[in-house]
């Protein structure tokens, strides 16, 4: 299957419903690359699904099927208002490498640049070499202030899902594709 015949959509209130099978897909088949639990997603309510809706969340679809997710989340700080995080980045494993998870990043990256965000930011684990490999190819560099901490990232305080730390990377990347390499 190739990444060509999806769609991508910025989901609202009535696609509910495939926010929750593909979020819960990804906490599901990918337990350690994810800071959330599964058991705390599936826990909660409809209701609790539609309020994660009032910041943007994009999914792929083939067909009706959702196959990809990605998020963003504002800092909500005015003074922090032109950052915000990446989250939630999933492809299911069928369309890996296919080109969808770039198709993905440029959404949620157009839609960030749409509504004024400058610097876009990430956390990835530091063992997930085909995240990091993604998002360094897509033009994330790793923080400054991320290196200067180590490969923990300053996280200590977060756990895997089997409790253990979770290292962690901070990467970032200018919303306007200016240039990558020019911002640092
Ligand atoms: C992260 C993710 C969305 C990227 O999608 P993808 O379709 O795999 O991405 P791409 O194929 O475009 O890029 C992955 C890169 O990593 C490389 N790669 C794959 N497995 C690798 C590995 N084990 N070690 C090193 N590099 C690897 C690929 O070759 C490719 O690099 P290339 O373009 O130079 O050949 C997808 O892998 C995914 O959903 N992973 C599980 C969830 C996850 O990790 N989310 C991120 C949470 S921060």
């Known amino acids: ?83 915000a995080t990446i989250i939630m980045v999933y492809v299911r494993r069928s369309m890996r490498g296919t080109g969808l998870a770039g198709k993905l990043l440029s959404a949620v990256t157009d839609h960030a640049r749409d509504i004024g965000i400058l610097q876009l930011e990430l956390f990835v684990s530091a063992e997930n070499p085909a995240a990091i490999r993604f998002y360094q190819r897509e033009g994330f560099l790793r923080d400054r202030q991320d290196s200067r901490r180590g490969s923990g990232g300053g996280q200590g305080d977060r756990r895997r899902h089997d409790g253990s730390p979770f290292g962690r990377l901070g990467l970032t990347r200018m919303a306007q594709r200016i240039s990558a390499c020019a911002t640092y």
Request: overall charge negative; proline content about 4%.
């Open 1 to 83: 299957m190739d990444g060509s015949g999806t769609t991508i959509r910025h989901i609202q209130a009535d696609e509910v419903e495939a926010f929750r099978r593909i979020r819960l897909e990804a906490l599901r088949t990918e337990p350690s690359l994810f800071a959330s639990r599964y058991e705390d997603w599936e826990a909660l309510s409809l209701e609790e699904w539609r309020n994660r809706l009032n910041e943007p969340v994009f999914i792929a679809f083939q067909g009706d099927e959702p196959v990809g997710i990605t998020g963003l989340v504002r800092q909500r700080s005015s003074k922090m208002a032109h950052r």
